[in-house]
């Protein structure tokens, strides 16, 4: 069964795993700036990162950024990237669960978009 949950810096390793089968031959960054990329992303106002698991193993993720807006009656928007799921594991309702959980976070934040 697929959960979905916020990312933890223990899952970095699996999502630079899953990023390597989202842009193939795409530069990583070095596991230093990578872990230091990943606190500054927990900590920023707004998005979110989330990991789909199947038994507790990482098969996939989404990256969703809320942004404040001054037009649509000042409803934000969100903004969904970075998604993938494994290829051992595509099919499985991973990227469902996955988009749900951003549609969760955007409906909850007055999102008038995603």
Same mark, same amino acid.
């Given at each position: 069964? @697929?959960?979905?949950?916020?990312?933890?810096?223990? =899952?970095?390793? =699996?999502?630079?795993?899953?990023?390597?089968?989202?842009?193939?031959?795409?530069?990583?960054?070095?596991? =230093?700036?990578?872990?230091?990329?990943? *606190?500054?992303?927990?900590?920023?106002? %707004?998005?979110?990162?989330? @990991?789909?698991? @199947? =038994?507790?193993? +990482?098969? %996939?993720? +989404?990256?969703?950024? #809320? #942004?404040?807006?001054?037009?649509? %009656?000042?409803?934000?928007?969100?903004? +969904? $990237?970075?998604?993938?799921?494994? $290829?051992?594991?595509?099919?499985?309702?991973? %990227?469902?669960?996955?988009?749900?959980?951003? *549609?969760?976070?955007?409906?909850?934040?007055?999102?008038?978009?995603?």
């Amino acid at each position: 069964m @697929v959960q979905v949950r916020i990312a933890e810096e223990r =899952d970095l390793a =699996d999502l630079l795993s899953l990023y390597a089968q989202l842009s193939p031959g795409g530069e990583l960054p070095a596991s =230093d700036l990578a872990a230091a990329r990943m *606190r500054e992303m927990r900590a920023w106002p %707004g998005l979110t990162l989330f @990991v789909a698991t @199947v =038994d507790r193993g +990482v098969v %996939g993720t +989404v990256t969703l950024v #809320v #942004v404040p807006n001054l037009t649509h %009656g000042g409803r934000s928007w969100a903004q +969904v $990237e970075n998604m993938v799921v494994d $290829e051992r594991h595509r099919g499985t309702g991973a %990227g469902g669960a996955l988009l749900d959980a951003c *549609r969760s976070v955007a409906s909850e934040a007055g999102c008038y978009k995603m």
